[in-house]
Nanobody
Framework: QVQLVESGGGLVQAGGSLRLSCAASGFTFSSYPMGWFRQAPGKEREFVATITWSGRSTYYADSVKGRFTISRDNAKNTVYLQMNSLKPEDTAVYYC????????????????WGQGTQVTVSS
């Protein structure tokens, strides 16, 4: 079965950094674009970043551009989200997902999801 397992979440202070990891299995990882979404309490799920199958191109939401970096290591079947200069507004459950379309920022274009990892940024 397809599995996506996030890790690396936790509690950090504003201005700090955190690196999330997503371990993938059950499919040919290097053939698919991957992405990160997040969902804050009481709000809808929103797009964060996506990366092409090769890792050569990336696309970010305006809210995280310049602060977050998505990357992947196809040899390790892992996608990462490096988060710097964290703000309280970044507090959310972060989800890793497999995409069926390159450059998509729509949740409906992602066909498999991890269970999420909590990121809490204190002020």
């Amino acid at each position: 079965q397809v599995q996506l397992v996030e890790s690396g979440g936790g509690l950090v202070q504003a201005g700090g950094s955190l690196r999330l990891s997503c371990a993938a299995s059950g499919f040919t990882f290097s053939s698919y674009p991957m992405g990160w979404f997040r969902q804050a309490p009481g709000k809808e799920r929103e797009f964060v970043a996506t990366i092409t199958w090769s890792g050569r191109s990336t696309y970010y939401a305006d809210s995280v551009k310049g602060r977050f970096t998505i990357s992947r290591d196809n040899a390790k079947n892992t996608v990462y989200l490096q988060m710097n200069s964290l703000k309280p507004e970044d507090t959310a459950v972060y989800y890793c997902a497999r995409s069926s379309r390159t450059y998509s920022n729509k949740a409906s274009d992602y066909d498999y999801w991890g269970q999420g990892t909590q990121v809490t940024v204190s002020s």
